[in-house]
């Protein structure tokens, strides 16, 4: 991947983008900043090596003062997430690498969550399937659909070693499409307390590939405008990431 590209990570996926670089809340602006950057580059949003957008836009996007901006910055760099680079094609660019936690980690990870693990669980498939009924009950706009299928295609085509980040591209694409923030928002929180769990799980290419028919499945049922059938796709989907997860602990 090109360390040139300019946050061509969050260019891509803008739907996931704005789910993301959404103005703070009211508070500690420093701190919502720097949730908001590491959801960014956990989520893949700028994936490592992009650049995040011109600092300009960029405080902007969030709602706080550029001073705010380049504090959250800093704080992220002396952390090891991003590097500054100055010159002509400068800028922030992602240097985070995803720990790789052994199995027993994750496994003692996983037991320490307990009822914590169950209510992600539960969370999530509320939220995914309820995105989904609810994009196939109102119907896509042809800009919708276009945007829809081309996350699918990107899923699709991804390589294993970038197919989470565009899983989730995917799945936060169909939530921001509903035209809810707040659901929107909910799901990436709870996509980067998943992606953390999966990350540390090796990707096989027949989990993948069944991944892929399930995607197909969510999308045509929501093309067709049948909520019902997103419904039992996206239930599906869901439940077999519950059980691997599960299986995991065993």
Do not use: C, W
């Not at 199995?103 to 169950?118: I, P, T």
Request: no cysteine; charged share 30%.
């Amino acid at each position: 991947m090109s360390e040139g590209r300019a946050g061509s990570g969050a260019e891509s996926d803008e739907p996931v983008a704005d789910a993301v670089f959404r103005p703070v809340r009211a508070g500690n602006a420093f701190e919502e900043t720097v949730e908001r950057l590491l959801a960014a580059i956990k989520l893949g949003v700028v994936a490592r090596g992009e650049r995040f957008p011109a600092e300009r836009d960029l405080a902007v996007r969030l709602g706080v003062s550029r001073i705010t901006l380049r504090e959250a910055i800093r704080a992220l760099q002396e952390s090891g997430y991003v590097e500054s680079r100055r010159g002509r094609f400068g800028g922030t660019f992602v240097t985070y690498i995803p720990p790789r936690p052994s199995r027993d980690e994750v496994r003692r990870q996983l037991r320490a969550m307990g009822g914590e693990l169950e209510d992600l669980f539960t969370f999530r498939q509320v939220l995914e399937v309820g995105a989904a009924v609810r994009l196939a009950a109102a119907g896509l706009t042809p800009g919708q659909e276009q945007t829809l299928l081309a996350r699918l295609a990107e899923a699709d085509d991804a390589t294993i070693d970038d197919y989470r980040r565009r899983d989730t591209a995917f799945h936060l694409t169909i939530a921001e499409l509903t035209g809810s923030a707040s659901l929107t928002a909910a799901l990436a929180e709870t996509r980067m307390k998943l992606n953390e769990l999966l990350d540390a799980m090796p990707m096989l290419a027949k989990n993948l590939e069944h991944s892929r028919v399930q995607h197909i499945a969510i999308v045509d049922a929501i093309r067709d405008r049948d909520p019902e059938a997103a419904r039992t796709a996206v239930t599906e989907h869901v439940d077999g990431t519950t059980a691997l997860l599960r299986a995991f602990l065993g």
